[in-house]
């Protein structure tokens, strides 16, 4: 098969729904495969219309567990739902064990529910350097919504945020230090605040803080913040609060339309995907040299000796790379 | 430093190798599974982990979607003769008799070539290093790029 027709044939497969074709298409963007990335520039007409929703929190937050019910409610309507999970890699072995599709289990005969796990290789911000690109595959087989679960960390998962529609940030009690440590930036990570493990008695008073903290946010906040972020608790366990998590998730998307603030945000996810991949392709760029001719490890050696500052190795380093030179 | 276009793909490492991790049967005793999964996270490669119980259908759906490389499954039961035949059916029909099928556990010599007929590519016995089932992956695991 010639690459032209080899792209045509699994770009329209995944269209026609083929799920065989479009797990193999996953894997070409996750590897950074030319064909993936070819086959993306043909799907990426058929995309824009699905529901982007982040989950982050803490890892054994009860993401995964409420990922599992959301599948439930969203097939309950008839929508074909994506998940794409990350969990993290081996800083040392690049290994990585990838545990939420247990806690999803139940679907695995639903051909309207497509689970893929990926590892984060490296990735920061608690995603992984393509699953953006696999949401938009996602999208252009037709799931909506397409859920992404973020590793994790508990810190420095505000790229989620301005690479979803609408972002749940999960909290769980007894796992987090409380609500001292989530400082209010909580409340412009997550658009929905979830406490889950709702059944635990100590959920009722995480729930109330969470409230207090966002009539603090809303008593100091300007104008602009006119989405009252909601505070839902949730029990998986019991499958209570899921109702009103997913009013919840339907009135954020409500208001995103109907303010005009989803015109914003899209161009906002659009803005940081595009920044994503410039800045991992110079990073990339720049570390090719250290391997290859030791230019890095010259530059470094001279910042070393206080000959030049690392600001200036920095760009002397983006010099080269916009100058397409090789490295002397 | 090449075009933009080499920039944007240039990833520069070989893509590490996903394995799925399935215990399927009856017994509840996952520890061969967890064992396997984390000598093979060791060992670099991705392993999508999926526990006790698993159907062949579940199997095979997991393999579908995630796309792996090699399915290693870990069995105790005994009842390796009525679970194998049924899984590499289900792997069959959701398109997926490309993928590396291991299998981990107490399985007796005269049934292996059985085992090895239906596909099942090999077989580590209970004392077998865990080094050895990730040099026989490193090796076997298929170079999948083109869609069948
Ligand atoms: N009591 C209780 N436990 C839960 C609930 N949801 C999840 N868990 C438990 O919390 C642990 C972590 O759940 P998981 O969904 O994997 O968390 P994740 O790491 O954030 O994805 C598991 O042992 C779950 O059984 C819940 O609603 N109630
Ligand atoms: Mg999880």
Redo the contacts between chains.
């Keep these: ?1 010639t690459d032209a027709s ?1 792209r045509a044939s ?1 770009s329209e ?1 995944v269209l026609a729904g083929d ?3 479009l ?2 298409l ?2 070409s963007i ?6 993936g ?1 070819q086959v993306m520039e043909r799907l990426f007409p058929h995309t824009g219309s699905a529901h982007l929703i982040g989950i982050t929190g803490p890892p054994g937050g009860g993401k995964s567990t409420l990922v599992n019910e959301m599948i439930r409610a969203y097939r309950e309507m008839g929508r074909s739902i994506a998940v794409i999970a990350i969990d993290p ?2 800083p040392l ?7 939420d ?2 806690r999803m ?1 139940e679907w ?2 639903d051909p309207g529910v ?4 990926m ?1 984060s ?1 490296r990735f920061g911000g608690g995603l992984a350097r393509n699953a953006l690109a696999v949401a938009h595959a996602f999208d252009a087989a037709g799931f909506d919504p397409i859920i992404i679960e973020t590793v994790g960390t508990g810190q420095d998962e505000v790229a989620i945020a301005s690479l979803a529609m609408t972002t749940l940030l999960v909290q769980a009690p007894g796992t987090g230090d409380g609500v001292q440590t989530l400082k209010a930036g909580a409340l412009e990570i997550g658009d929905v605040l979830v406490v889950t493990k709702g059944d635990r008695p100590e959920a009722i008073e995480l729930a109330r803080d969470l409230r207090n903290l966002r009539q603090l946010g809303l008593a100091a906040g300007s104008e602009l913040s006119r989405w009252d972020t909601p505070v839902i608790k949730t029990s998986a366990a019991r499958r209570e609060g899921i109702d009103s998590l997913m009013n919840a998730i339907a009135a954020h998307w409500s208001w995103l339309e109907e303010t005009g603030e989803m015109e914003i945000r899209v161009r906002t996810m659009i803005n940081t995907e595009i920044a994503f ?1 410039v800045q991992d ?1 110079l990073l ?2 720049i ?2 040299p250290v391997t290859r001719d030791g230019g890095m490890q010259r530059l470094v050696e001279r910042v070393a000796a206080r000959e030049i500052t690392p600001l200036l190795a920095a760009r002397e380093l983006l010099t ?2 916009s ?5 002397p | 430093m090449g075009t933009g276009q080499e920039l944007m793909s240039a990833s520069g490492q070989s893509r590490p190798i996903r394995v799925l991790v399935a215990k399927p049967g009856l017994d509840g005793h996952d520890r061969g599974a967890k064992v396997m999964a984390r000598a093979f996270r060791d060992a670099g490669f991705e392993v999508i982990y999926t526990g006790l119980f698993q159907t062949p259908q579940m199997i095979a759906n997991a393999a579908l979607q995630e796309d792996v490389d090699v399915v290693g499954i870990s069995i105790l039961s005994g009842a390796h003769m009525s679970l194998f035949p049924p899984i590499m059916d289900a792997l069959r029909d959701v398109g997926r008799e490309d993928v590396l099928v291991v299998a981990g556990g107490t399985i007796p010599t005269e049934d292996i070539p059985v085992l090895n007929d239906i596909g099942v590519a090999k077989i580590f016995g209970p004392g077998t290093p865990l080094q050895d089932a990730v040099a026989y992956i490193r090796e076997h695991a298929p170079d999948r790029v083109d869609l069948p």
Excluded: K, V, Y
């Excluded at chain 1, 996750?30 to 064909?35: A, G």
């Design positions: 098969m080899q699994l497969r799920r065989r074709a797990a193999r996953l894997t996750e590897n950074d495969d030319p064909l990335e890699s081996s072995t690049g290994g990585a064990a990838l545990g599709r247990i289990q695995h005969a497509f689970i893929r796990s590892a290789r991949r392709a990339q760029g570390r090719r080269r790379l100058h397409n030179d090789t490295p």
